[in-house]
């Protein structure tokens, strides 16, 4: 069963802009990751944001969690051609054995 | 270098054919998944393994076999394959289930004609 679901599905900046992406799901999780994939390759692990946090930097990424509105957003600043790709969600549910992923947004950076 | 090493990276094969995808990690992870990913769908959980000896199925483990008989190594078995489980397949792995990063290989598209 799909718990995250990324808004939006696409999104397409010039090189430069800021990247924003949502994440929202529906039940309460310890934590929640974010996942890059380059086209047709592995996911590659951006950050973990746990439940009882609030914000998070990574270098330019930036992911805020908030548990009464059940959403996460993942912010790229000044963005490359290289963040080109899909990215997503995946939250680990309180008391399961498992990962959950979103369907993704798929990032195009205009050069 | 830290790695979940899948094989194969492609595979074509026919209907009913067994095959073998095989999965390995070099961090002395305790948690193993499979995934599959398909448009539209995104990835759903096949089969994971908690430890040596212990799996459990997934969201969609119909069709699907796996083993842990070593800690490193998570194969996942398609005793009898059919078109519907033509998809990009990926496996992986963490120290702990999910409450720390998940590790994936490099992925396995297998077409079934």
């Known amino acids: 069963s799909q718990q995250g679901e990324e808004d939006p599905q696409a999104l397409s900046i010039q090189e430069g802009e800021n990247a924003t992406m949502n994440c929202s799901y529906k039940?309460?999780?310890?934590?929640l990751q974010w996942y890059r994939q380059n086209s047709g390759r592995g996911l590659v692990h951006l950050i973990l944001i746990r439940s009882n946090e609030r914000e998070k930097h990574s270098g330019r990424l930036r992911v805020t969690l908030d548990t009464s509105k059940k959403s996460s957003s993942l912010l790229i600043t000044a963005s490359r051609a290289a963040d080109t790709a899909s990215y997503f969600c995946?939250?680990?549910?309180?008391?399961?054995?498992?990962?959950?992923f979103g369907q993704g947004t798929r990032l195009t950076i205009n050069p | 270098e830290a790695q979940v090493t899948q094989n194969p990276r492609y595979l074509i094969t026919v209907t009913g054919k067994k095959l073998t995808v095989t999965c390995s990690q070099n961090m002395n992870h305790e948690y193993m998944s499979w995934y599959r990913q398909d448009p539209g769908l995104g990835l759903r959980q096949i089969y994971y393994s908690m430890n040596v000896e212990v799996t459990d199925k997934g969201d969609v483990p119909e069709g699907y076999k796996v083993s842990r008989k070593e800690k490193r190594n998570f194969p996942l078995i398609l005793e009898s394959p059919s078109p519907n489980q033509t998809s990009l397949y990926f496996c992986?792995?963490?120290?702990?289930?999910?409450?720390?990063?998940?590790?994936f290989g490099q992925g396995t598209r297998l077409t079934v004609v």
């Open positions: 992986a792995s963490s120290l702990t289930t999910g409450g720390t990063e998940a590790f």
């Open positions: 039940t309460s999780i310890n934590n």
């Open positions: 995946a939250t680990r549910n309180q008391g399961a054995q498992k990962l959950v």
